[in-house]
């Protein structure tokens, strides 16, 4: 764990609320995540970083090739930064205004592929920009959950799109349709990339157990909708996997890249897997303006809860100094967070403590600006998605 020390001695010019960004372990989680696809290239997955010099650097990187964005209008901004030429919308949109941009601009045309699942999303794009629009790149997404016995549904709920069959009737309505173009297919399995299974609970074997059995049935069907797919489309690629399954998602020969993005960034979701552990790379800053007794510290701000069901596991973590627990009974808070351990009793007002968001991306969504550090030092400051004045939703 780093010396709390080193971020205090680093910012010690600025004013808590702030966010950092460790340098050294975001480069060693892009490594990680490089020796893990095991030559697979890694789409970069823009919601786990919203913040343009951190998404530049990562794709520097050898091993690192195309952008995976959540918004159209978020693809079309980075389109006009030059961030890409290749960019994946994973998530089908609605937006006219965004289709209209999208059809208008070669460029954009040429570089942005986006996401479909069903033939009402080809409705969608022809309603907002006319029957007689461009070609436009689309992708097929197959539903990656796991549906043992045909009783349960466990993963995502995305697409409805789950057999081969289901999958090669589709890519032949759109390829029939004039004004688009097949180039792609993906499946996220998010019970598998997005689920631990180290967190110490009595559930992690059977997390694990389902983990295997998920990960071999949808190899198989995958293989299989893809070949179905390409005896209608050639498809340029094959999409799969996320931080938590790259090494499982790139040994199969029908994937030709994986999608990734929260491995760079640690956050507290990804310190109970047992296929990797990143370096926490991001924290955040709130100081201290209460003591309500000798082992509480109350800090200012904190209410960063991260999206997905309600539960301890998406309540921000503290970090540094170590020992220190939010309350349960108060939890992180709109305008004050208490924290409690050992540590509190040597805090005092305007002291500083550092804590880990549950999700990558979303810490991005509360601050303008990222101080990067290395060595020790601030070397730059940044400015997030927010601090560009963009919010995609």
């Known amino acids: ?89 994973a998530y089908p949109t609605v937006d006219h205004g965004a289709l209209r941009r999208l059809v208008r601009d070669e460029r954009a045309r040429e570089t942005v592929t986006i996401m479909i699942d069903s033939v009402a999303h080809l409705d969608v794009v022809d309603a907002a920009a006319g029957h007689d629009h461009p070609p436009v790149r689309v992708c097929l997404e197959l539903d990656a959950s796991w549906r043992p016995f045909g009783l349960v549904h466990v993963g995502t709920r995305r697409s409805p799109v789950f057999s081969p069959r289901q999958a090669a009737d589709l890519a032949r309505k759109v390829v029939a349709r004039k004004g688009f173009r097949l180039v792609g297919l993906m499946a996220y399995e998010g019970q598998i990339a997005g689920f631990p299974d180290a967190t110490g ?46 090494e499982l998602t790139s040994a199969e020969r029908a994937v030709t890249e994986v999608a990734a993005g929260s491995g760079l960034i640690g956050s507290t979701l990804f310190d109970g897997y047992t296929r990797f552990r990143p370096r926490p790379a991001a924290f955040f800053a709130l100081p201290v303006v209460h003591k309500p007794t000798n082992n509480i510290a109350t800090l200012f701000s904190g209410g960063y809860i991260a999206s997905g069901p309600p539960s301890k596991s998406r309540l921000p973590a503290p970090y540094l100094p170590a020992g220190l627990e939010l309350l349960p009974l108060e939890g992180a808070g709109e305008v004050q967070t208490p924290v409690r351990g050992k540590a509190a009793r040597d805090l005092r007002l305007g002291d500083r403590v550092w804590l880990r968001h549950a999700k990558a991306g979303e810490l991005a969504e509360r601050f303008t600006h990222y101080h990067i550090v290395v060595d020790g030092q601030v070397v730059r400051t940044v400015p997030t998605y927010r601090g560009e004045q963009q919010n995609f939703g």
């Open 1 to 89: 764990m780093t010396s709390p020390d080193v971020f205090d001695l680093a910012t010690k010019d600025l004013d808590p609320p702030l966010a950092v960004v460790d340098l050294a372990a975001f480069d060693a989680n892009a490594e990680d995540l490089v020796r893990r696809a095991n030559g697979t290239p890694i789409r970069l997955v823009s919601k786990s970083i919203r913040c343009r010099y951190l998404i530049d650097r990562a794709l520097a990187k050898p091993g690192f090739a195309g952008l995976m964005c959540y918004s159209l209008a978020e693809a079309l901004w980075h389109v006009e930064n030059g961030t890409s030429d290749d960019i994946l919308v």
């Open 201 to 246: 609970s009595r559930t992690d074997g059977a997390v694990r157990w389902m983990q295997r059995r998920s990960a071999a049935e949808l190899a198989r069907r995958r293989a299989a909708a893809v070949r179905a797919v390409r005896e209608v489309a050639e498809l340029e690629f094959v999409n799969g996997g996320g931080s938590g399954s790259i």
